[in-house]
């Protein structure tokens, strides 16, 4: 198995160091960033004076060799709107999207895991059926208009919740549901799905031919079974999450890094840009890599 | 070797042809998704036909016919059926063309991001060693990127229009494609039909056309079917977030995001455009997973 | 020899509710088993054996099967009257059952010790601590070598005599009565099937067990069954004791079956195979179910369902030939 973790933290490695190459080549593109920072009475030669301070005119891999440098010091540049580095920008807003994930996470896995299980064990019957067209309504609608339509029932007809923002957990209650929506349905499908195929096995007849009662048969011998998948899908899935709250931060205002995408997008801010989305692509490779040890420490058969 | 291309191992690719098949055809016409698929039909038709169908202009304003509801609603106006929006333009007239828009960046992608995956896949797949290697890289490296994040990026950077819109879903969208196409030609690859070939001396590509092609055509269509729900859904939310086609073209996630500041009073001008999207997504999401079991019930997860 | 009847079933039939039809899978099966007894069940593959053991224990695969007839009478009681949770009770330590592939019988993620000493825990009460002890001994019982190591060893572990020994270990543990093994040795090696067996008949007479062996080998019913029933297309074409059946079979079907095993010393050409395709249980006529492929078919054999009859004690077929010798 070491060898496994060393194979794979390699490939991860190289797979981040690509992704950085491409992160930083695709900001160089997008304009010049002496002539968006310089004062608007600027001549040429203080531009052109600003981008020697800045290493602008250095070779594109002298300034890539730069960039990776300052990666592993942990400097990720200095945003040009807020006037600070851009970890700190990045720092103050990652708890909130952090906190509306997680909780996001949790709606998703209590459905999912829950209507996944009850599908499997009542494969059929009308609850399945039920679960089926459910999780097809959740992969077909659009999260901006989830989001929208549920702070126009609980907020505007009803006026049970805040429309948006942060602060009390009632803020928090749309946002999660809207983040989660779209994936309890594929959640619920995969734990559907693995669920059959475990309870097709020989080994759960065996567990009921041993007398284990229904309950037992399908949560202890079951599950465990099935949770593997599950665990991969929903690991990647928390990234997604954590990934994705652009649209659901924008539509409730929820000050995270969603919100400071967009908004460092409009302010040109390209820096700020980059950082989020490096550390987004980081993230991925990370769980990635922490998905593929777990399984293997879970299923023996990969271990030994 | 035309005799080893009509044994029996290589009659499996002649499914079309196949009378059994078409007779199991038949018997499941009754259980098709009609509805999904007239919905489709629609769509198409307005995507491509809408703008001689539309009641009014869509782009025309009208200064007195502002923020009306629908018709049912006191204050309607029959002839403003599903209401207005804050500058008078007709809300019906918006979304059928608005069809436009979604189908042709919809079609574009998924034939286009299809292709390139379908290519990758054959080519990884088959060829494997270096080949499969670097594919496999590049996609999961395409697929590490945080999508929405990139695709605001590059919309950003390249300006917000349709062909860009178009451009960058299909170099985000190819990977998922190869990926999962990939693991069928391997799957594929082992059977029997495919080691004769290679005996009878058949080339690579002609192996991978003839061969390999036509056994996963059927993965083919299902993941396009659902990708194109996906895609759909992709341009909505870059519309929404201001980064898809810019004014004046009508786009549903741009009425959706228009609707957003009048969703005190004016409900109806999110509400329309996205209970249109959700219905589009939806007959796309059926068909494909209708299409899942009766062409494949061994598939068990995409 | 007055043994006790343990086990009979009468006129069983389990129907599988498809979409293009119904499957009688068991239609009307009766037999019944003695204490101590071997009882095999024989045939070819689709003719329902497995079905029938399901049926005995409730496990028929839902919501597609059902039991839709016939008593099951286990001890005096009639086993389709109780409820789930009495069934509970009763598999484990009253019938209990061996399926045929031990790798996939046991689950790969619990170690060999967790296995064996859950059934001990939930019937007979025990604590973790007494279980594994118990669950130590059912190992050593079906001699595991070195049963402590083993124990908190994974299944992918073991090879594959090894894990059907312990597999029977497992549903030993607690005892049972009535034993149904579902060819139990069709995925061992061979020599390693002459073991498992041996072991089985030892088992069977230090406690007096009941089993049911359903197999498809006749060399395994001449070894360890002292009755055999023949089945095809869900119903029991003959039953004899194992002696009787060898020296004297009487329906076209045993007959041919008997024939499709290839004797030392006889010398032929083809190996004989019996013509004809196993019929779609979905579509059975009112005649006989062999008789399509059958070489003494006559008319009435087509119209109708032979009932049984009795050649010799103990000897009886469903077949209208077996009417001139009873």
Partial sequence: MKRYILKRILQSTLSLLVVTFIIFSLTHLSGDPAVLMAPPDASQADIQEMRVSMGLTEPFHVQYGLFLSGLLKGDFGRSFKWNQPCLEVWFERFPNTLLLAAAAMGFTLTFGLSFGILSAVNVGRWFDKFGKIFALLGQSLPVFWVGLMLMWIFAVKLGWLPTSGMGTWQHLIMPAITLGWFFTAAITRLTRSSMLDVLDRDYIKMAKIKGVSRISVILKHAFKNASLPILTMGSLNFVFMLNGTVITETVFNWPGVGTLVVEAIFARDYPVVQTTVLIGSFFFVFVNLLVDVLYAYIDPRIRY | ?302 | MDAKTILEVKDLKTHFFTRRGVLKAVDGVSFSLREGETLGLVGESGCGKSITCFSIIDLVPEPAGRIVGGEIIFNGENLRLKSEREMDQIRGPEISMILQDPLTSLNPLFTIGEQVAEPIRIHQKRDKNAAWGKAMEMLQMVRIPSPEVRMKEYPHQMSGGMRQRIVGGMVLSCQPKVLIADEPTTSLDVTIQAQFLKLLKEIQQESNLSMIIVTHDFGIVARACDRVAVMYAGRIVESAGTLELFNNPTHPYTVALMDSLPKMGEKRDRLFTIEGQPPDLRTLGTGCSFAPRCTKAMDICRREYPPQMTIDEGHSVNCWLGKEQA
Avoid at chain 2, 4 to 17: G, P
Avoid at chain 2, 83 to 99: M, N, V
Avoid at chain 2, 119 to 133: E, H, N, R, T
Wanted: with cysteine.
């Fill in chain 2, 1 to 302: 070797m035309k005799n080893l291309e009509h044994s029996t191992e290589t009659k499996r690719i002649h499914w079309f042809f196949n009378r059994e098949y078409l007779r199991g055809c038949l018997s499941g016409l009754k259980e098709l998704p009609l509805f999904s698929i007239m919905l489709l039909i629609v769509f198409v038709f307005l995507g491509v036909f809408g703008k001689f169908f539309t009641p009014h202009d869509p782009t025309w304003t009208d200064l007195n016919a502002i923020l009306l509801p629908p018709f049912w609603i006191e204050g309607g106006n029959v002839s403003y059926l599903l209401g207005t929006d804050p500058l008078g333009r007709d809300i019906l007239s918006q979304l059928i063309a608005g069809a436009n828009v979604s189908l042709e960046v919809g079609f574009a992608v998924v034939i286009i991001a299809g292709t390139t995956g379908t290519i990758m896949a054959l080519l990884s797949g088959y060829l494997g060693g270096k080949v499969d290697a670097v594919v496999m890289r590049l996609c999961e490296i395409a697929l590490s990127i945080p999508y929405l994040m990139v695709a605001i990026v590059l919309a950003a950077i390249l300006g917000p229009s349709k062909e860009n819109i178009i451009l960058i879903l299909i170099v985000l969208g190819w990977a998922g494609y190869a990926r999962v196409l990939r693991g069928e030609v391997l799957r594929v690859k082992e059977g029997d039909f495919v080691r004769l070939a290679v005996i009878a001396g058949c080339s690579p590509l002609r192996i991978m056309l003839r061969h390999i092609l036509p056994n996963i055509v059927n993965t083919i269509i299902i993941m396009s079917t659902l990708q194109l729900g996906i895609v759909i859904i992709a341009e909505a939310s870059l519309s929404f977030l201001g980064l898809g086609v810019p004014p004046p073209t009508p786009a549903w996630g741009s009425m959706c995001a228009e609707g957003r500041n009048y969703i005190f009073d004016a409900w109806w001008i999110s509400f329309w455009p996205g209970l249109t999207i959700m219905l589009v997504v939806l007959s796309c999401n059926f068909l494909g997973d209708w299409l899942r079991i009766r062409l494949d019930p061994k598939f068990r997860q995409i």
